[in-house]
């Protein structure tokens, strides 16, 4: 069993840096697949980004490439999210998601995912 706990999230302006971190327990992260998700209100959870449990593989979604980073220290079972040049319809609260054993085919798949984080709100404002 992991538990997920997500944390950093604020309200910034437009253009405004930010970083998230997602802290584990109960489970080392280095044998896990992680992810990123976001919701927006009144819209279904997305994708936002992954990296392999090595770290050495991530993929993000389009609107965030180039302006989102993931990252992971799994000696702290940490990852990050590391957003730059935020924009208003980055607005929405951000979960970590993790896998056993890598990330699933389908990385922007949500239900492939073993465990959740409660989730942390990010607010851009214009």
């Known amino acids: 069993q992991v538990q997920l706990v997500e944390s950093g999230g604020e309200l910034v302006q437009a253009g405004d840096s930010l970083k998230l971190s997602c802290v584990a327990s109960?489970?080392?992260?280095?044998?896990?697949?992680m992810a990123w998700f976001r919701q927006a209100p009144g819209k279904e959870r997305t994708f936002v980004g992954a990296?392999?449990?090595?770290?050495?593989?991530?993929y993000y979604t389009d609107s965030v490439k180039g302006r989102f980073t993931i990252s992971r220290d799994n000696d702290k079972n940490t990852v990050y999210l590391q957003m730059t040049s935020l924009k208003p319809e980055d607005t929405a609260v951000y979960y970590c998601?993790?896998?056993?054993?890598?990330?699933?085919?389908?990385?922007?798949?949500?239900?492939?995912?073993?465990?959740w984080g409660q989730g942390t709100q990010v607010t851009v404002s214009s």
């Open positions: 998601a993790a896998k056993y054993v890598g990330l699933p085919s389908k990385v922007e798949d949500g239900a492939e995912y073993d465990y």
């Open positions: 990296s392999s449990f090595s770290g050495t593989k991530t």
């Open positions: 109960g489970r080392t992260l280095s044998s896990y697949g």
